[in-house]
Nanobody
Framework: QVQLVESGGGLVQAGGSLRLSCAASITIFSMSAVDWHRQAPGKQRELVATITNSGITNYADSVKGRFTISRDNAKKTVYLQMNSLKPEDTAVYYC???????WGQGTQVTVSS
């Protein structure tokens, strides 16, 4: 069974940084695009960043220039480096493996003002 395990969330002050990790237990990980999504309380889940199997990246306008998505296929892990964090970045962050349509359990990010 495919598992995605996120880690790296926590509490940080505005302007701070966090790095999220999403580790996959699937051998075809390198063939799949991976997304990071987030869901704030009372809001719909939104797409934050995508990285294709070839390393092409795309970002939501709200995080461009502050967040960086990357991947290490040897470790079957995708990262989300989040800099210059704002209180509005507070949410549960989920990774999504497009091949097979798998979600992780989520990791909480809280940014205090």
């Amino acid at each position: 069974q495919v598992q995605l395990v996120e880690s790296g969330g926590g509490l940080v002050q505005a302007g701070g940084s966090l790095r999220l990790s999403c580790a996959a237990s699937i051998t075809i990980f390198s063939m799949s695009a991976v997304d990071w999504h987030r869901q704030a309380p009372g809001k719909q889940r939104e797409l934050v960043a995508t990285i294709t199997n070839s390393g092409i990246t795309n970002y939501a306008d709200s995080v461009k220039g502050r967040f960086t998505i990357s991947r290490d296929n040897a470790k079957k892990t995708v990262y989300l480096q989040m800099n210059s964090l704002k209180p509005e970045d507070t949410a549960v962050y989920y990774c999504f493996l497009r091949l097979g349509g798998r979600w992780g359990q989520g990791t909480q990010v809280t940014v205090s003002s």
